[in-house]
């Protein structure tokens, strides 16, 4: 069962869905420029939806990274890149759903930002 989160008002909101569905377009660059920007300014709730949306696309870019190996990368990479582009998509688009109805969503990831 997931939590209600409680936003400081609408713009709040619609700023989060904003940068989730940024974030499938460009990766870690739009939670990354509002964590840095706004993380003092959002209520508690979105800081943390936020800090767990930049903490995925984090785990998303680290898990990229292996396809540049040399070895590794040519014989995953052809595979792994656009099944984890769609992972990246399904996951934003739940996270936006869940934004809309205000409620909770804890992405897989690693915790970088705590």
Not at 13 to 37: E, M
């Amino acid at each position: 069962m997931s939590k209600k989160i409680k936003f400081k008002d609408e713009s709040e909101k619609t700023l989060i869905l904003l940068v989730v569905i940024l974030s499938i377009i460009s990766g870690f660059l739009a939670s990354i420029c509002l964590w840095a920007i706004q993380k003092d300014s959002l209520s508690h709730d979105a800081k943390n939806f936020t800090r767990n949306l930049l903490n995925f696309e984090l785990s998303i870019l680290c898990i990229c990274a292996i396809f540049i190996i040399p070895v590794i990368g040519p014989a995953i990479g052809y595979f792994g890149a656009p099944v984890l582009w769609v992972v990246n998509v399904v996951y934003c688009i739940m996270a936006a759903v869940a934004i809309s109805e205000s409620k909770t969503l804890k992405l897989p990831c690693y915790e970088f930002i705590k």
